[in-house]
């Protein structure tokens, strides 16, 4: 488990068009304080090439997202590690729900099936990626394939492409 120290911030601000929901920091993440911090994630550079930012920002710069209107959050603020390691008592849904509807982003982003499923309290085998059926008082919720390194097997860019196209039609 992470040392209060350790944890990353939630990063909100009123009216994002977009927040990152993963389900908990890793470790590299954890300890660089700076979100999808690992080399062999995806996360920063499929953003971009996707069209969702200007150019590759590096993991430190998170928080410079802000300015484009998109924020970050996990699950579970009292781990970190790889999500087999991670105790049901480690996740906050109801703390996530309660600063989604507080911030009220045009739309979330689970960067992982295992985040969605928590959220949605199902298998992580129920979850499919893409736009999700709407949700009463809730944004827009899509699901992505995992950046992770560890998740190689299932990466899939078209989620993530899906997302952007959302985004910028919208």
């Given amino acids: 488990m992470a040392q209060q120290e350790d944890k990353l911030p939630d990063l909100f601000a009123p009216d994002l068009r977009l927040v990152f929901v993963g389900t908990a920091a890793g470790h590299r ?3 660089e304080r700076a979100y999808y911090a690992h080399p062999g994630n995806r996360f920063w550079r499929t953003l971009h090439e996707v069209g969702l930012t200007p150019r590759c920002f590096k993991p430190q710069e998170f928080r410079d ?4 209107g998109i924020g970050f959050t996990d699950m579970s603020k009292r781990g970190s590690g790889m999500d087999h390691t991670l105790t049901p008592d480690q996740f906050e849904v109801d703390r996530f729900n309660a600063a989604i509807r507080q911030f ?3 739309a979330i982003a689970f960067t ?3 985040a969605a499923s928590l ?4 298998p992580t085998k129920r979850v499919e990626y893409g736009l999700q059926p709407s ?3 809730f944004p827009a919720v899509f699901v992505l394939s ?3 390194g ?16 959302w985004l910028n039609a919208a």
């Fill in 29 to 31: 993440s954890a300890a």
């Fill in 65 to 68: 997202l802000l300015a484009l």
């Fill in 104 to 106: 009220r982003p045009r």
């Fill in 112 to 114: 992982s099936k295992k």
């Fill in 119 to 122: 959220w949605y309290g199902v």
């Fill in 135 to 137: 949700q009463p008082d």
């Fill in 146 to 148: 995992s950046p992770s």
């Fill in 150 to 165: 560890a998740a190689t097997s299932h990466w899939n860019i078209e989620p993530w492409q899906a997302l952007s196209d």
